[in-house]
Each structure stands twice: as structure tokens, then as C-alpha cells.
């Protein structure tokens, strides 16, 4: 099971301390434009991936909209890592792309 934050919530988390962000949307995409700080894992190669992140550290999962980070946050928190699903995601941001 894992753990589900707004947008809205998200941006204010954001703003009070460091996150760990994974952007799961495919290469082209993180490319054009991403949350600041995230990293990108492609949903289409997580299952063999190792990703470089602490498990024990909450990731916060951001995609388009919140579709395939939700995807991601069920295949990851059967790994064992502690995930939190961004609902609305990059299209909902607010603030700057990078």
C-alpha cells in the first residue's frame, strides 16, 4: 500500500523541506519539462531498474496527471520502498518546469 498527496499539498511540502522525486513519464516528456528535483524513471523501465534512492526514504512519485505514477507507487511499494503518489501531477504544477 502507499500513501496519496494533492498537488496542492505537495507544492506546500515541497516549499518546507527537500523531497525525493521520481518522475515515472517517459524520457521525451521529463525532457520538456519537469518538476524541480525530480529524477526520471520511465514507467516503461522501472520493473528493471534499480533505482538509486533509499528505500527507507519517502519518493514521491509525479507523472502527467497521477495515472502511471499510480502504477509505479504499486510496483515500487511491493519492492519495499515507502512511495507517495502526486495526484494531478506535472499538468496540475504550478510553479516553473525545468
Known amino acids: 500500500?502507499?500513501?496519496t498527496i494533492s498537488i496542492d499539498e505537495f507544492e506546500q511540502v515541497s516549499k518546507r523541506k527537500a523531497l525525493s522525486i521520481i518522475d515515472v513519464r517517459e524520457k521525451?516528456?521529463?525532457q520538456a519539462g519537469h518538476v524541480?528535483?525530480?529524477i526520471n524513471q520511465p514507467l516503461s523501465?522501472?520493473?528493471q531498474a534499480k533505482l538509486p534512492v533509499n528505500k527507507e526514504q519517502e519518493q514521491?512519485?509525479?507523472c502527467q496527471s497521477g495515472g502511471r505514477s499510480a502504477k509505479a507507487c504499486t510496483l515500487l511499494s511491493k519492492e519495499g520502498y515507502q512511495v507517495v503518489n502526486v495526484m494531478g501531477?506535472?499538468?496540475a504544477w504550478r510553479g516553473p518546469l525545468i
Do not use: F
Open 1 to 3: 500500500m502507499y500513501k
Open 28 to 30: 521525451e516528456e521529463y
Open 36 to 38: 524541480p528535483h525530480a
Open 45 to 47: 523501465e522501472l520493473a
Open 60 to 62: 514521491y512519485i509525479i
Open 89 to 91: 501531477g506535472t499538468s
